[in-house]
Nanobody, 125 residues
Framework: QVQLVESGGGLVQAGGSLRLSCAASGRTFSSYVMGWFRQAPGKEREFVGAIAWSGDNAYYLDSVKGRFTISRDNAKNTGYLQMNSLKPEDTAVYYC??????????????????WGQGTQVTVSS
């Protein structure tokens, strides 16, 4: 089992920045790929990005490329989602999740067995 807890959400103006954290406990965090997802009101959950076990590779949804950066510190069992140049359309509940396998062609939530509770990000115009 892996327990995930997100933090760092809040209200920010368009153009601003936020950094979300995902604290993991339980099994070895470094054994898992960490993904970030978001769900806006009335919309399906959407892949944002994912980072490999050692943190040396990451891939992103096209609409956040160049604005969002995923990182991780395995010594602290924590992952991060740095969000810059935020837009109102980034407003959503953001979730971190963990799975065993890495696939840069996979933008789904398949195989993510562990999920955090989510943190709200609201971007005002």
């Amino acid at each position: 089992q892996v327990q995930l807890v997100e933090s760092g959400g809040g209200l920010v103006q368009a153009g601003g920045s936020l950094r979300l954290s995902c604290a993991a406990s339980g099994r070895t965090f470094s054994s898992y790929v960490m993904g970030w997802f978001r769900q806006a009101p009335g919309k399906e959950r959407e892949f944002v990005g994912a980072i490999a076990w050692s943190g040396d590779n990451a891939y992103y949804l096209d609409s956040v490329k160049g604005r969002f950066t995923i990182s991780r510190d395995n010594a602290k069992n924590t992952g991060y989602l740095q969000m810059n140049s935020l837009k109102p359309e980034d407003t959503a509940v953001y979730y971190c999740a963990a799975r065993r396998f890495w696939d840069v062609s996979d933008y789904s939530d398949q195989g993510y067995d562990y999920w955090g509770q989510g943190t709200q990000v609201t971007v005002s115009s």
